[in-house]
Protein backbone atom coordinates (compact mmCIF):
# COMPACT_ATOMS: atom_id res chain seq x y z
CA UNK A 1 0.00 0.00 0.00
CA UNK A 2 1.04 3.50 -0.65
CA UNK A 3 -0.45 4.55 2.01
CA UNK A 4 2.33 3.26 4.22
CA UNK A 5 5.08 4.56 2.57
CA UNK A 6 6.86 7.65 4.69
CA UNK A 7 5.66 11.17 2.82
CA UNK A 8 7.60 14.07 1.74
CA UNK A 9 6.85 17.46 0.64
CA UNK A 10 8.98 18.31 -1.99
CA UNK A 11 9.37 21.40 -3.73
CA UNK A 12 10.87 21.67 -7.34
CA UNK A 13 12.91 25.07 -7.40
CA UNK A 14 15.46 26.93 -9.90
CA UNK A 15 14.94 29.77 -12.35
CA UNK A 16 11.81 29.86 -14.47
CA UNK A 17 12.34 27.94 -18.01
CA UNK A 18 15.29 25.76 -16.76
CA UNK A 19 12.97 22.80 -16.71
CA UNK A 20 11.46 22.37 -13.34
CA UNK A 21 7.83 21.63 -14.25
CA UNK A 22 9.03 19.09 -17.51
CA UNK A 23 10.48 17.23 -14.31
CA UNK A 24 8.41 16.87 -12.34
CA UNK A 25 6.18 15.82 -15.47
CA UNK A 26 8.68 13.31 -16.57
CA UNK A 27 9.41 11.88 -13.08
CA UNK A 28 5.16 11.26 -13.08
CA UNK A 29 6.00 9.83 -15.85
CA UNK A 30 8.81 7.02 -15.39
CA UNK A 31 7.26 6.75 -11.71
CA UNK A 32 3.69 5.74 -12.94
CA UNK A 33 2.20 8.57 -11.79
CA UNK A 34 0.27 9.84 -14.55
CA UNK A 35 -3.07 8.05 -15.56
CA UNK A 36 -2.87 5.11 -17.55
CA UNK A 37 -5.39 6.57 -20.15
CA UNK A 38 -3.80 9.70 -20.94
CA UNK A 39 -0.91 7.79 -21.53
CA UNK A 40 -3.27 5.52 -24.10
CA UNK A 41 -4.81 8.98 -25.60
CA UNK A 42 -1.04 10.14 -26.44
CA UNK A 43 -0.32 6.51 -27.88
CA UNK A 44 -3.35 6.80 -30.04
CA UNK A 45 -3.04 10.54 -31.12
CA UNK A 46 1.01 9.41 -32.21
CA UNK A 47 -0.08 7.04 -34.38
CA UNK A 48 -3.03 8.77 -36.06
CA UNK A 49 -0.35 11.40 -36.64
CA UNK A 50 2.09 8.93 -38.00
CA UNK A 51 4.49 10.64 -35.22
CA UNK A 52 6.93 7.24 -34.05
CA UNK A 53 9.48 10.25 -32.06
CA UNK A 54 8.15 10.31 -28.54
CA UNK A 55 6.62 13.98 -28.14
CA UNK A 56 6.83 14.27 -24.34
CA UNK A 57 5.71 18.15 -24.34
CA UNK A 58 2.23 16.56 -25.43
CA UNK A 59 2.16 14.66 -21.94
CA UNK A 60 2.73 17.84 -20.04
CA UNK A 61 0.09 19.57 -21.77
CA UNK A 62 -2.65 16.63 -21.24
CA UNK A 63 -1.16 16.83 -17.81
CA UNK A 64 -2.31 19.96 -17.07
CA UNK A 65 -5.58 19.72 -18.59
CA UNK A 66 -6.29 16.62 -16.53
CA UNK A 67 -4.95 18.20 -13.19
CA UNK A 68 -7.25 21.51 -13.90
CA UNK A 69 -10.57 18.96 -15.28
CA UNK A 70 -10.73 17.34 -12.18
CA UNK A 71 -12.22 19.50 -9.32
CA UNK A 72 -10.14 19.30 -6.35
CA UNK A 73 -8.64 21.61 -3.89
CA UNK A 74 -5.12 19.22 -4.18
CA UNK A 75 -4.58 20.80 -7.68
CA UNK A 76 -1.31 22.71 -6.25
CA UNK A 77 0.88 19.90 -5.87
CA UNK A 78 1.36 16.46 -7.60
CA UNK A 79 2.52 13.29 -6.54
CA UNK A 80 4.37 10.36 -7.33
CA UNK A 81 6.05 7.48 -5.46
CA UNK A 82 9.12 5.83 -5.43
CA UNK A 83 9.38 2.45 -3.70
CA UNK A 84 10.41 3.86 -0.35
CA UNK A 85 8.92 7.12 -0.05
CA UNK A 86 5.61 8.79 -1.37
CA UNK A 87 6.06 12.72 -2.30
CA UNK A 88 4.14 15.46 -2.61
CA UNK A 89 5.80 17.78 -5.42
CA UNK A 90 4.86 21.48 -4.94
CA UNK A 91 6.51 22.71 -8.19
CA UNK A 92 7.59 26.52 -7.26
CA UNK A 93 6.21 29.61 -9.23
CA UNK A 94 8.74 32.12 -9.57
CA UNK A 95 7.61 35.19 -9.19
CA UNK A 96 8.51 37.10 -6.71
CA UNK A 97 4.90 37.52 -5.50
CA UNK A 98 4.33 34.55 -4.23
CA UNK A 99 7.21 34.24 -1.89
CA UNK A 100 5.72 35.69 0.63
CA UNK A 101 3.67 32.55 0.73
CA UNK A 102 6.17 30.31 0.66
CA UNK A 103 7.34 31.55 3.81
CA UNK A 104 4.23 31.39 6.01
CA UNK A 105 2.05 28.77 4.03
CA UNK A 106 1.24 25.58 5.23
CA UNK A 107 3.29 22.84 3.50
CA UNK A 108 6.53 23.21 4.58
CA UNK A 109 8.96 21.27 1.94
CA UNK A 110 10.95 18.29 3.56
CA UNK A 111 13.38 18.05 0.57
CA UNK A 112 13.94 20.47 -2.67
CA UNK A 113 15.13 19.59 -6.25
CA UNK A 114 17.11 22.36 -7.52
CA UNK A 115 17.17 22.72 -11.57
CA UNK A 116 19.21 24.39 -13.12
CA UNK A 117 20.21 24.55 -17.21
CA UNK A 118 23.13 23.64 -18.14
CA UNK A 119 23.25 26.05 -20.62
CA UNK A 120 22.51 28.86 -18.47
CA UNK A 121 24.09 27.78 -14.82
CA UNK A 122 23.11 29.76 -12.61
CA UNK A 123 20.79 32.43 -12.49
CA UNK A 124 18.65 35.05 -10.70
CA UNK A 125 15.64 32.97 -9.51
CA UNK A 126 18.44 30.13 -8.48
CA UNK A 127 19.87 32.56 -6.09
CA UNK A 128 16.77 33.40 -4.72
CA UNK A 129 15.27 30.36 -4.55
CA UNK A 130 18.40 28.68 -2.91
CA UNK A 131 18.69 31.48 -0.36
CA UNK A 132 14.65 31.19 0.27
CA UNK A 133 15.16 27.21 0.81
CA UNK A 134 17.22 27.99 3.43
CA UNK A 135 15.13 30.67 5.15
CA UNK A 136 12.74 28.20 4.76
CA UNK A 137 14.70 25.53 6.41
CA UNK A 138 14.67 23.01 3.80
CA UNK A 139 17.53 21.11 5.06
CA UNK A 140 17.58 18.62 2.06
CA UNK A 141 18.79 18.81 -1.58
CA UNK A 142 19.62 17.69 -4.56
CA UNK A 143 20.65 19.40 -7.90
CA UNK A 144 19.48 18.75 -11.57
CA UNK A 145 21.85 20.14 -14.30
CA UNK A 146 19.31 19.99 -16.26
CA UNK A 147 18.82 20.32 -20.31
CA UNK A 148 22.21 18.02 -20.82
CA UNK A 149 21.29 17.67 -24.28
CA UNK A 150 20.94 21.12 -24.90
CA UNK A 151 24.80 21.75 -23.54
CA UNK A 152 25.74 18.49 -25.99
CA UNK A 153 26.60 16.40 -22.42
CA UNK A 154 29.08 18.14 -21.90
CA UNK A 155 31.50 17.18 -19.15
CA UNK A 156 33.01 19.96 -18.50
CA UNK A 157 29.79 22.47 -19.01
CA UNK A 158 28.52 19.43 -16.08
CA UNK A 159 31.34 20.49 -13.94
CA UNK A 160 31.46 24.12 -14.40
CA UNK A 161 27.91 24.15 -13.15
CA UNK A 162 28.70 22.36 -10.44
CA UNK A 163 31.06 24.65 -9.51
CA UNK A 164 29.21 27.75 -9.88
CA UNK A 165 26.42 26.07 -7.94
CA UNK A 166 28.48 24.30 -5.66
CA UNK A 167 29.92 28.49 -4.18
CA UNK A 168 25.97 29.44 -4.19
CA UNK A 169 25.01 26.47 -1.76
CA UNK A 170 28.28 26.79 0.31
CA UNK A 171 27.84 30.65 0.66
CA UNK A 172 24.02 29.96 2.07
CA UNK A 173 25.43 27.50 4.29
CA UNK A 174 24.75 23.78 2.84
CA UNK A 175 27.28 21.11 2.97
CA UNK A 176 28.02 20.51 -0.79
CA UNK A 177 29.68 17.04 0.23
CA UNK A 178 25.85 15.97 1.14
CA UNK A 179 24.26 17.32 -1.82
CA UNK A 180 24.06 14.96 -4.89
CA UNK A 181 24.48 16.63 -8.24
CA UNK A 182 23.01 14.71 -11.50
CA UNK A 183 23.56 15.54 -14.59
CA UNK A 184 20.06 15.54 -16.45
CA UNK A 185 17.86 15.83 -19.42
CA UNK A 186 14.55 16.18 -18.22
CA UNK A 187 12.92 15.71 -21.65
CA UNK A 188 14.99 13.23 -22.80
CA UNK A 189 14.85 11.77 -19.50
CA UNK A 190 18.54 11.25 -18.38
CA UNK A 191 19.40 10.03 -15.73
CA UNK A 192 16.24 10.09 -13.79
CA UNK A 193 15.85 6.65 -13.38
CA UNK A 194 18.41 4.92 -14.92
CA UNK A 195 22.09 5.80 -15.87
CA UNK A 196 22.27 7.37 -19.36
CA UNK A 197 23.94 6.08 -22.35
CA UNK A 198 24.36 9.95 -23.18
CA UNK A 199 26.64 10.68 -19.73
CA UNK A 200 28.96 8.08 -19.60
CA UNK A 201 31.30 9.85 -17.94
CA UNK A 202 28.57 10.16 -15.09
CA UNK A 203 28.83 7.36 -12.21
CA UNK A 204 26.46 9.10 -9.64
CA UNK A 205 23.39 8.56 -8.55
CA UNK A 206 19.97 8.86 -10.36
CA UNK A 207 17.16 10.91 -9.34
CA UNK A 208 15.48 7.92 -8.32
CA UNK A 209 18.28 6.72 -6.03
CA UNK A 210 18.57 10.39 -4.55
CA UNK A 211 14.72 10.99 -3.76
CA UNK A 212 15.26 7.12 -1.90
CA UNK A 213 18.62 8.31 -0.17
CA UNK A 214 16.45 11.64 1.06
CA UNK A 215 16.25 11.37 5.33
CA UNK A 216 12.53 10.68 6.60
CA UNK A 217 11.46 14.16 7.98
CA UNK A 218 11.11 13.87 11.47
CA UNK A 219 8.18 15.90 12.96
CA UNK A 220 9.95 18.60 15.64
CA UNK A 221 8.08 16.99 18.45
CA UNK A 222 10.45 17.92 20.97
CA UNK A 223 11.09 21.75 20.29
CA UNK A 224 9.15 23.81 22.72
CA UNK A 225 5.81 23.82 21.92
CA UNK A 226 4.99 26.71 20.03
CA UNK A 227 1.06 27.54 18.05
CA UNK A 228 0.39 30.97 16.16
CA UNK A 229 -2.71 31.77 16.54
CA UNK A 230 -4.87 32.35 13.23
CA UNK A 231 -8.14 33.35 14.80
CA UNK A 232 -9.75 33.75 18.06
CA UNK A 233 -13.72 32.44 18.66
CA UNK A 234 -15.77 32.41 21.38
CA UNK A 235 -18.22 29.33 20.89
CA UNK A 236 -21.59 28.92 22.65
CA UNK A 237 -21.23 26.12 25.22
CA UNK A 238 -17.66 25.62 24.76
CA UNK A 239 -15.77 28.94 25.26
CA UNK A 240 -12.70 30.58 23.98
CA UNK A 241 -11.30 28.79 21.26
CA UNK A 242 -8.04 29.90 19.33
CA UNK A 243 -7.20 28.20 16.02
CA UNK A 244 -4.00 27.67 14.55
CA UNK A 245 -1.81 25.36 13.05
CA UNK A 246 1.06 23.53 15.72
CA UNK A 247 4.56 24.35 14.29
CA UNK A 248 6.67 22.58 16.95
CA UNK A 249 5.83 20.65 20.22
CA UNK A 250 3.18 18.93 21.64
CA UNK A 251 0.38 19.94 22.96
CA UNK A 252 -1.90 18.26 25.17
CA UNK A 253 -5.06 18.37 27.34
CA UNK A 254 -4.85 20.06 30.66
CA UNK A 255 -1.96 22.10 29.32
CA UNK A 256 -1.07 25.21 31.08
CA UNK A 257 -0.41 27.60 28.30
CA UNK A 258 1.05 31.44 27.80
CA UNK A 259 -0.35 33.35 24.91
CA UNK A 260 2.35 35.78 23.92
CA UNK A 261 3.16 39.08 23.42
CA UNK A 262 -0.43 39.25 24.89
CA UNK A 263 0.80 37.62 28.25
CA UNK A 264 -2.24 35.73 29.47
CA UNK A 265 -2.02 32.34 30.87
CA UNK A 266 -4.72 29.81 30.86
CA UNK A 267 -5.69 25.86 30.75
CA UNK A 268 -6.35 24.00 27.49
CA UNK A 269 -9.53 22.13 28.30
CA UNK A 270 -9.98 20.13 25.17
CA UNK A 271 -8.25 19.90 21.96
CA UNK A 272 -10.25 19.63 18.22
CA UNK A 273 -8.68 18.09 15.12
CA UNK A 274 -11.49 17.68 12.10
CA UNK A 275 -14.36 18.50 14.81
CA UNK A 276 -13.18 14.96 16.40
CA UNK A 277 -11.86 15.78 20.29
CA UNK A 278 -7.86 14.57 20.51
CA UNK A 279 -5.86 13.99 23.58
CA UNK A 280 -2.85 15.68 22.14
CA UNK A 281 -1.76 17.23 19.04
CA UNK A 282 1.20 17.46 16.93
CA UNK A 283 3.07 19.86 14.34
CA UNK A 284 1.16 19.60 11.71
CA UNK A 285 -2.26 19.36 13.17
CA UNK A 286 -4.33 22.49 12.25
CA UNK A 287 -6.32 22.53 15.95
CA UNK A 288 -9.04 24.59 17.51
CA UNK A 289 -8.19 24.19 21.66
CA UNK A 290 -10.37 25.61 24.47
CA UNK A 291 -9.05 27.62 26.83
CA UNK A 292 -9.93 28.39 30.44
CA UNK A 293 -8.66 31.69 31.82
CA UNK A 294 -8.67 33.29 28.59
CA UNK A 295 -10.95 35.85 26.81
CA UNK A 296 -11.71 36.10 23.52
CA UNK A 297 -10.66 39.86 23.68
CA UNK A 298 -7.56 38.71 25.20
CA UNK A 299 -5.30 37.50 22.26
CA UNK A 300 -5.38 38.16 18.37
CA UNK A 301 -3.81 36.80 15.41
CA UNK A 302 0.08 37.26 15.53
CA UNK A 303 -0.02 35.74 19.36
CA UNK A 304 2.14 32.69 19.99
CA UNK A 305 1.05 30.10 22.03
CA UNK A 306 3.55 28.02 24.18
CA UNK A 307 3.72 26.29 27.80
CA UNK A 308 4.16 28.34 30.60
CA UNK A 309 7.61 27.11 31.90
CA UNK A 310 8.80 27.44 28.19
CA UNK A 311 6.82 30.78 26.71
CA UNK A 312 7.16 32.22 23.49
CA UNK A 313 10.06 34.91 22.66
CA UNK A 314 8.86 38.57 22.85
CA UNK A 315 11.44 40.64 20.84
CA UNK A 316 12.08 44.44 21.96
CA UNK A 317 15.10 43.49 19.25
CA UNK A 318 16.40 41.39 16.77
CA UNK A 319 19.04 40.75 14.25
CA UNK A 320 18.44 38.44 11.27
CA UNK A 321 20.02 37.99 7.78
CA UNK A 322 17.97 38.79 4.93
CA UNK A 323 18.22 38.59 1.14
CA UNK A 324 16.75 41.35 -0.70
CA UNK A 325 14.67 40.38 -3.60
CA UNK A 326 13.34 43.08 -5.24
CA UNK A 327 13.09 46.95 -4.31
CA UNK A 328 12.95 50.08 -6.32
CA UNK A 329 15.54 51.98 -4.51
CA UNK A 330 18.00 51.56 -1.99
CA UNK A 331 16.95 50.30 2.07
CA UNK A 332 18.80 52.17 4.35
CA UNK A 333 19.02 52.28 8.74
CA UNK A 334 15.16 53.65 9.27
CA UNK A 335 13.50 51.87 6.84
CA UNK A 336 10.29 50.76 8.81
CA UNK A 337 8.67 47.91 5.95
CA UNK A 338 6.16 45.02 7.55
CA UNK A 339 7.54 41.92 8.79
CA UNK A 340 5.19 38.84 8.04
CA UNK A 341 6.54 36.19 10.63
CA UNK A 342 4.41 32.92 11.42
CA UNK A 343 0.95 34.82 11.63
CA UNK A 344 1.54 38.22 12.79
CA UNK A 345 2.08 41.36 10.40
CA UNK A 346 4.30 43.68 12.14
CA UNK A 347 5.91 46.91 11.13
CA UNK A 348 9.73 47.45 12.11
CA UNK A 349 11.95 49.38 11.78
CA UNK A 350 15.29 48.32 10.05
CA UNK A 351 17.77 50.10 12.55
CA UNK A 352 20.97 49.32 11.41
CA UNK A 353 22.71 48.14 8.35
CA UNK A 354 25.37 45.74 10.36
CA UNK A 355 27.20 44.08 7.20
CA UNK A 356 26.87 43.47 3.42
CA UNK A 357 27.85 39.83 2.32
CA UNK A 358 29.47 38.54 -0.62
CA UNK A 359 26.63 36.86 -2.63
CA UNK A 360 29.85 34.74 -4.26
CA UNK A 361 31.68 33.86 -0.74
CA UNK A 362 28.88 34.50 2.45
CA UNK A 363 32.05 36.49 3.43
CA UNK A 364 31.44 40.12 4.50
CA UNK A 365 32.25 42.58 1.94
CA UNK A 366 31.29 45.72 3.73
CA UNK A 367 30.60 46.25 7.42
CA UNK A 368 28.17 49.03 8.10
CA UNK A 369 27.19 49.65 4.59
CA UNK A 370 24.87 52.87 4.15
CA UNK A 371 22.42 51.17 1.56
CA UNK A 372 21.40 47.58 0.51
CA UNK A 373 19.43 47.08 -2.65
CA UNK A 374 18.06 43.82 -4.76
CA UNK A 375 20.35 40.68 -4.72
CA UNK A 376 22.12 42.05 -1.24
CA UNK A 377 22.32 39.83 1.26
CA UNK A 378 22.61 41.49 4.19
CA UNK A 379 23.01 41.38 8.36
CA UNK A 380 20.67 43.86 10.14
CA UNK A 381 19.33 44.70 13.70
CA UNK A 382 15.55 45.09 13.54
CA UNK A 383 13.04 46.77 16.05
CA UNK A 384 9.26 46.00 16.27
CA UNK A 385 6.99 48.53 16.49
CA UNK A 386 5.09 46.79 19.13
CA UNK A 387 5.57 43.30 20.57
CA UNK A 388 5.95 40.86 18.67
CA UNK A 389 7.12 36.89 19.31
CA UNK A 390 10.20 35.66 17.14
CA UNK A 391 12.40 32.83 17.73
CA UNK A 392 16.14 32.38 16.91
CA UNK A 393 15.92 30.62 13.42
CA UNK A 394 19.16 27.72 15.26
CA UNK A 395 16.64 27.47 18.39
CA UNK A 396 13.20 27.31 16.57
CA UNK A 397 13.48 27.52 12.93
CA UNK A 398 9.41 27.15 12.01
CA UNK A 399 9.20 30.69 14.32
CA UNK A 400 12.55 32.38 12.91
CA UNK A 401 11.56 32.82 9.17
CA UNK A 402 10.18 35.81 7.74
CA UNK A 403 9.22 37.96 4.66
CA UNK A 404 9.58 41.61 4.60
CA UNK A 405 6.68 43.64 2.38
CA UNK A 406 6.16 46.97 1.49
CA UNK A 407 4.17 48.49 -1.72
CA UNK A 408 2.32 45.07 -2.56
CA UNK A 409 5.65 43.65 -2.82
CA UNK A 410 8.09 41.09 -1.11
CA UNK A 411 11.01 42.76 -0.29
CA UNK A 412 13.08 40.16 1.03
CA UNK A 413 12.85 37.04 2.86
CA UNK A 414 15.14 36.48 6.13
CA UNK A 415 15.52 34.62 9.23
CA UNK A 416 16.41 35.44 12.65
CA UNK A 417 19.61 35.24 14.33
CA UNK A 418 19.72 36.71 17.39
CA UNK A 419 16.72 37.97 19.95
CA UNK A 420 17.11 40.49 22.74
CA UNK A 421 13.69 39.81 24.62
CA UNK A 422 11.57 41.96 26.14
CA UNK B 1 2.19 27.96 -19.46
CA UNK B 2 2.85 29.97 -16.25
CA UNK B 3 -0.24 29.06 -14.38
CA UNK B 4 -0.28 28.41 -11.14
CA UNK B 5 -3.09 27.19 -8.27
CA UNK B 6 -2.88 29.34 -4.78
CA UNK B 7 -5.50 27.04 -2.23
CA UNK B 8 -6.40 30.19 0.70
CA UNK B 9 -8.36 28.83 3.44
CA UNK B 10 -11.12 31.34 4.31
CA UNK B 11 -12.34 31.38 8.02
CA UNK B 12 -15.73 32.79 8.93
CA UNK B 13 -16.45 35.01 11.84
CA UNK B 14 -18.64 32.81 13.81
CA UNK B 15 -20.13 28.85 13.63
CA UNK B 16 -23.46 30.99 12.72
CA UNK B 17 -22.04 31.88 9.02
CA UNK B 18 -24.37 30.30 6.47
CA UNK B 19 -21.73 28.67 3.85
CA UNK B 20 -24.01 28.81 0.97
CA UNK B 21 -23.65 32.64 1.42
CA UNK B 22 -19.74 32.72 1.65
CA UNK B 23 -19.47 30.50 -1.66
CA UNK B 24 -21.69 33.06 -3.95
CA UNK B 25 -19.65 36.06 -2.04
CA UNK B 26 -16.52 34.23 -3.27
CA UNK B 27 -17.71 33.70 -6.54
CA UNK B 28 -17.90 37.43 -6.75
CA UNK B 29 -15.46 38.35 -5.63
CA UNK B 30 -13.36 36.63 -7.96
CA UNK B 31 -10.49 39.19 -9.04
CA UNK B 32 -10.57 39.58 -13.16
CA UNK B 33 -7.93 37.62 -14.30
CA UNK B 34 -8.54 34.84 -11.38
CA UNK B 35 -10.57 31.28 -12.42
CA UNK B 36 -12.52 29.72 -9.22
CA UNK B 37 -11.44 25.91 -9.58
CA UNK B 38 -12.83 24.20 -6.65
CA UNK B 39 -14.57 25.06 -2.94
CA UNK B 40 -14.57 22.33 0.01
CA UNK B 41 -15.72 22.72 3.83
CA UNK B 42 -13.25 21.45 5.96
CA UNK B 43 -14.16 20.85 9.29
CA UNK B 44 -11.82 22.29 11.88
CA UNK B 45 -13.07 22.42 15.71
CA UNK B 46 -15.89 22.80 17.96
CA UNK B 47 -19.10 23.11 15.03
CA UNK B 48 -16.01 25.65 13.21
CA UNK B 49 -15.50 25.21 9.42
CA UNK B 50 -13.23 26.73 6.79
CA UNK B 51 -13.88 26.80 3.42
CA UNK B 52 -10.95 26.04 1.17
CA UNK B 53 -11.35 27.62 -1.90
CA UNK B 54 -8.56 27.21 -5.04
CA UNK B 55 -8.03 29.79 -7.80
CA UNK B 56 -6.07 29.75 -10.69
CA UNK B 57 -4.23 32.89 -12.02
CA UNK B 58 -1.47 33.78 -13.71
CA UNK B 59 2.72 32.99 -12.75
CA UNK B 60 3.87 36.27 -14.11
CA UNK B 61 1.00 39.09 -14.06
CA UNK B 62 2.55 40.34 -11.03
CA UNK B 63 -0.59 40.51 -9.14
CA UNK B 64 0.27 37.22 -7.03
CA UNK B 65 -1.86 36.25 -4.47
CA UNK B 66 -2.56 39.52 -2.34
CA UNK B 67 -5.44 40.82 -5.08
CA UNK B 68 -7.37 37.44 -4.15
CA UNK B 69 -6.59 37.44 -0.66
CA UNK B 70 -7.96 41.59 -0.10
CA UNK B 71 -11.17 41.01 -2.23
CA UNK B 72 -11.51 37.61 -0.20
CA UNK B 73 -11.16 39.28 3.17
CA UNK B 74 -13.89 42.57 2.46
CA UNK B 75 -16.98 39.27 1.98
CA UNK B 76 -19.38 39.72 4.70
CA UNK B 77 -19.14 37.08 7.28
CA UNK B 78 -15.38 36.41 6.74
CA UNK B 79 -12.60 36.45 9.24
CA UNK B 80 -9.55 36.14 7.72
CA UNK B 81 -7.97 34.92 4.63
CA UNK B 82 -4.67 32.61 4.12
CA UNK B 83 -2.79 31.21 1.39
CA UNK B 84 -2.02 27.60 2.44
CA UNK B 85 -0.29 26.12 -0.85
CA UNK B 86 1.10 27.85 -4.37
CA UNK B 87 2.05 25.43 -6.70
CA UNK B 88 2.56 25.66 -10.44
CA UNK B 89 0.46 23.73 -12.91
Avoid at chain 1, 156 to 162: G, M, W
Avoid at chain 1, 304 to 322: R, Y
Wanted: with cysteine; hydrophobic share 40%; charged share 25%.
Amino acid sequence: MAESKPHLNLAVIGHVDHGKSTLVGRMMFETGAIDPHIIDEFRKEATSKGKATFEFAWVMDSLKEERERGVTIDIAHQRFDTDKYYFTVVDCPGHRDFIKNMITGASQADAAILVVAAPDGVMAQTREHVFLSRTLGVNQLIVAVNKMDAAKYDEERYKEVKEEVSKLLRMVGYKVDEVPFIPTSAFVGDNLIKLSENTKWYKGATMIESLNNLKEPVKPTTLPLRVPVQDVYTISGVGTVPVGRIETGVMKKNDKVIFEPAGVTGEVKSIEMHHDEVPEALPGDNIGWNVRGVSRNDIRRGDVCGHVDNPPTVAKEFTAQIVVLQHPSAISAGYTPVFHCHTSQIACTITELKAKLDPRTGAVKEQNPAFIKAGDAAIISVIPSKPMVIEKVKEIPQLGRFAIRDMGQTIAAGMCQNVTPR
Amino acid sequence: MGEAAVRLKVMPESTDIDFGKLKEGIKAAIPAKVRLHAMEEQPIAFGLKALIVVVIMDDKAGDGPEETERAFSKIEGVESVVVEEVGLL
